[in-house]
């Protein structure tokens, strides 16, 4: 993925699902790879989150500074609330 604002996007998007469903392993392991992309692919090291209304903050350290993203909390948040909508097309599969 040679976007960082995509990948950043896509790991956002898991982790709040992973963060909603701890038991979720698929979710986790998505959230891990997505994680190892950013880490990897992008050199990003130090990522936490923010949730402030009406956004997500991702702060990173890159290229030896701080950085931050913000994304829209109702774009970051429709898987999650897709799940929730239909819980049963989404089971943890080690269920």
């Known amino acids: 993925m040679k976007s960082l604002q995509d990948a950043l996007y896509n790991w956002l998007t898991i982790k709040v699902v ?7 392993t698929a979710a ?3 959230e891990q790879f997505f994680s190892r992309l950013l880490e ?5 090291s130090h990522l936490s989150v923010m949730k402030e209304s009406p956004f997500y903050f991702i702060t990173f350290w890159k290229d ?3 950085q931050q ?6 774009m970051i948040d429709v898987m999650l ?3 929730e ?3 049963d097309k ?6």
Do not use: M, W
């Open 18 to 24: 992973c963060d909603a469903r701890p038991n979720d």
């Open 28 to 30: 986790k392991q998505t």
């Open 40 to 44: 990897e692919d992008h050199q990003l």
């Open 64 to 66: 030896g500074s701080e």
């Open 69 to 74: 993203k913000r994304f829209p909390i109702e």
């Open 81 to 83: 609330n897709q799940i």
């Open 85 to 87: 909508l239909t819980p």
């Open 90 to 95: 989404y089971r943890n599969v080690d269920e």
